[in-house]
Antibody, heavy 119, light 109 residues
Framework: QVQLVQSGAEVKKPGASVKVSCKASGYTFTSYGISWVRQAPGQGLEWMGWISAYNGNTNYAQKLQGRVTMTTDTSTSTAYMELRSLRSDDTAVYYC????????????WGRGTLVTVSS | SSELTQDPAVSVALGQTVRITCQGDSLRSYYASWYQQKPGQAPVLVIYGKNNRPSGIPDRFSGSSSGNTASLTITGAQAEDEADYYCNSRDSSGNHHVVFGGGTKLTVL
């Protein structure tokens, strides 16, 4: 079954870091990129960045540069997104999505991981 | 500009046709993709490229583009089509970033 399975919900304090995982199955992991998209409560979708599962190249949204790191582990077909120096406005559901063709078309999504930042 | 603009809300009578639009400079260079999102669920790709539907998406969904405007058309809207719809595309600034529209809430009356 082709799917992306994400890690569970997290509660973090301001200033902390969070690392969300996204395990792919049912397809050749290294044949696609993975984008991360977040959605604050009641808000729209925000693209965070992209990583090539083939060679690890990354491309991050300008507003998150310096706070976000995306990595992959090809041995386990898993992508990771780490966000540091968390603030209350980072509270959101974080999705991983498979980046298909044309680039920017996300044809497979994880169910999302709720990250709550609260003191 | 790296923004995509959508109407916040649109309504359609059951069985009628509705068009949801997405405007932005990047659409002069790149096709939009369209996503349907129902409450509490992840988005689902419904249209990509010039006018392509992923497997399992009903043929009442179609896409088109002209100039800086992309459109998603639902011909014969069903109750289950009530959802939020988002467009996205590559950013036209050359940095290979992706931009989303703000979303359109579709109500089926």
């Amino acid at each position: 079954q082709v799917q992306l399975v994400q890690s569970g919900a997290e509660v973090k304090k301001p200033g902390a870091s969070v690392k969300v995982s996204c395990k792919a199955s049912g397809y050749t992991f290294t044949s696609y990129g993975i984008s991360w998209v977040r959605q604050a409560p009641g808000q729209g979708l925000e693209w965070m960045g992209w990583i090539s599962a083939y060679n690890g190249n990354t491309n991050y949204a300008q507003k998150l540069q310096g706070r976000v790191t995306m990595t992959t582990d090809t041995s386990t077909s898993t992508a990771y997104m780490e966000l540091r120096s968390l603030r209350s406005d980072d509270t959101a559901v974080y999705y991983c999505a498979r980046d298909a063709l044309p680039p920017g078309s996300f044809d497979l999504w994880g169910r999302g991981t709720l990250v709550t930042v609260s003191s | 500009s790296s923004e995509l603009t959508q109407d916040p809300a649109v309504s359609v009578a059951l069985g009628q046709t509705v068009r949801i639009t997405c405007q932005g400079d990047s659409l002069r260079s790149y096709y939009a993709s369209w996503y349907q999102q129902k409450p509490g669920q992840a988005p689902v790709l419904v249209i990509y490229g010039k006018n392509n539907r992923p497997s399992g998406i009903p043929d009442r969904f179609s896409g088109s583009s002209s100039g800086n405007t992309a459109s998603l058309t639902i011909t014969g809207a069903q109750a289950e089509d009530e959802a939020d719809y988002y467009c996205n595309s590559r950013d036209s600034s050359g940095n290979h970033h992706v931009v989303f529209g703000g979303g359109t809430k579709l109500t089926v009356l």
